[in-house]
Every structure is written in structure tokens, then in C-alpha cells.
């Protein structure tokens, strides 16, 4: 429900202002000739949730910027009869339009999906 959002939320914020911070700190105090850094960020979290049969779930991945790079994997934990059952996944990015959909899986990966377009994207 609501409480995992929230937590949601305030992690991704708190990941935010890190790497702001973590920003602010290679911008300053330095005289000497400018440096090309790479600087990589990695951001991560773990679900564990419900989803009816033939209901969706749906998240959203706040904030995304052009460069950011996603990877998911997604693994089906309940069986039925003995067999696992599976899910489909999409991915919507902020104008809505369809970045990828895996239909019908027991476990997959969205493996370095390079966000091109700004804004929330919904995982579904």
C-alpha cells in the first residue's frame, strides 16, 4: 500500500540529494584545469509484492533523466499446481509511449535501458 510508496519516495529523495551533494563536492575548490569525471550512481531497491491474478501493479520511477540507465529483473514466486506462474512487465515512459513489454514470463531482466526522455516512468 501507501506505506511502501512513502518509503519509496523518501529513499529515492534521499538518493537524490546524494548524489547532489556528491555533485556539489567535485564542482568546487578546484583551480586546476577541468577533468572529465565519470560519475556513476547506482540506485537500488527490492520488492516483494502481490499481484492478483489477471490484475496489475503499478510503480513509478520518479525523476528519471536523459542518460539514466534502468535495469529490472523480476522473478515469479508463487505457483499454482506445482507450476511458478508468470507476469507480464511494461515499462511506460513520461508521455506514456510504450519503452517495453515482456509478456507472459516466469523471470526476466530490462538490462541498461538508457532513459531518453525526462520525467516519471511507470513500471507496470
Do not use: W
Not at 540529494?17 to 547506482?42: F, Y
Not at 540506485?43 to 502481490?50: A, D, K, L, N, V
Not at 525523476?63 to 499446481?81: C, F, N, P, R
Not at 538490462?111 to 511507470?122: F, K, L, Q, S
Request: net charge negative.
Amino acid at each position: 500500500g501507501s506505506y511502501k510508496g512513502v518509503q519509496y519516495k523518501a529513499g529515492y529523495k534521499r538518493a537524490r540529494e546524494m548524489r547532489a551533494a556528491l555533485e556539489a563536492s567535485l564542482g568546487k575548490g578546484s583551480q586546476e584545469e577541468p577533468q572529465e569525471e565519470v560519475l556513476q550512481t547506482t540506485y537500488q531497491e527490492r520488492y516483494t509484492i502481490t499481484v492478483q491474478p489477471r490484475a496489475q501493479s503499478c510503480f513509478f520511477l520518479e525523476d528519471l533523466e536523459d542518460g539514466y540507465v534502468i535495469s529490472i529483473h523480476y522473478l515469479v514466486i508463487s505457483t499454482k499446481g506445482g507450476e511458478q506462474m508468470d507476469i507480464s512487465m511494461n515499462l511506460k515512459d513520461s508521455t506514456g509511449k510504450m519503452v517495453v513489454f515482456q509478456g507472459r514470463k516466469k523471470e526476466d531482466h530490462l538490462v541498461n535501458h538508457t532513459v531518453t526522455v525526462n520525467g516519471d516512468y511507470e513500471l507496470c
